[in-house]
């Protein structure tokens, strides 16, 4: 399974960016999706995580501004962010846990810079 991230960009504090990810290739079942982020000097941390019946997790952080969707028929997940910070500026990818009915597998999207400006 291949991720593909787009949506990445410059923007300025207080502005939005929307996410998207798209899955393709081979695969049985794809289960939790979801948004990570790796700011330079820092260790990559979730940002927002979305099961396949729906249910979602966001980081304190992110709360109130930032949203994670899924659409099972393109799979696809997106991450509407809102009202950013100079310190949402970071590589965000994607993550996909899947299986082929007998094994799970984790896969991750190549990344995508989102910039925000003061």
């Known amino acids: 399974v291949q991720l593909q991230a787009s949506g990445g960009g410059l923007v300025q504090a207080g502005g939005s960016l929307r996410l998207s990810c798209a899955a393709s290739?081979?695969?049985?079942?794809?289960?939790?999706m979801g948004w990570y982020r790796q700011a330079p000097g820092k260790e990559r941390e979730p940002v927002a995580t979305?099961?396949?019946?729906?249910?979602?997790n966001y980081a304190d952080s992110v709360k109130g501004r930032f949203t994670i969707s899924r659409d099972n028929a393109k799979n696809t997940v997106y991450l509407q962010m809102k009202s950013l910070k100079p310190e949402d500026t970071a590589v965000y990818y994607c993550?996909?846990?899947?299986?082929?009915?007998?094994?799970?597998?984790?896969?991750w999207g190549q990344g995508t810079q989102v910039t925000v400006s003061s």
């Open positions: 993550n996909l846990a899947w299986d082929d009915s007998n094994d799970e597998y984790d896969s």
């Open positions: 290739g081979s695969f049985f079942r794809l289960n939790a």
């Open positions: 979305i099961t396949s019946g729906g249910s979602t």
